[in-house]
């Protein structure tokens, strides 16, 4: 299936792009997603602890499967006053 990606900030100057397309086995997850992205960008692994995923506009966890045609946001650390 695949999964079309969006990376914000610092992850997008890591991977060089603001949006990419993967694909990804039946029953991955935004976490499996990221591991792929790592194993192709070693510097995103750095990064990976504190990377928030968004699906299709909602906040989700490492561990929230995705579906063909997803939209799957990284976002990194932020902070803001």
Known sequence: MK???????????????????????????????LAK?????????DLARSIRFVRDGAFVTEATAVRDGDEL???PPYGGG
């Not at 992205?37 to 692994?45: W, Y």
């Open 37 to 45: 992205l790592s194993a192709e960008f070693p510097l995103l692994a």
């Open 73 to 75: 946001g990284l976002l």
């Open 3 to 33: 999964v079309r990606v969006v990376a914000y900030a610092r992850i997008r100057d890591v991977v060089g792009a603001s949006t990419l397309e993967r694909e990804v086995g039946d029953g991955a997850t935004a976490g499996d997603v």
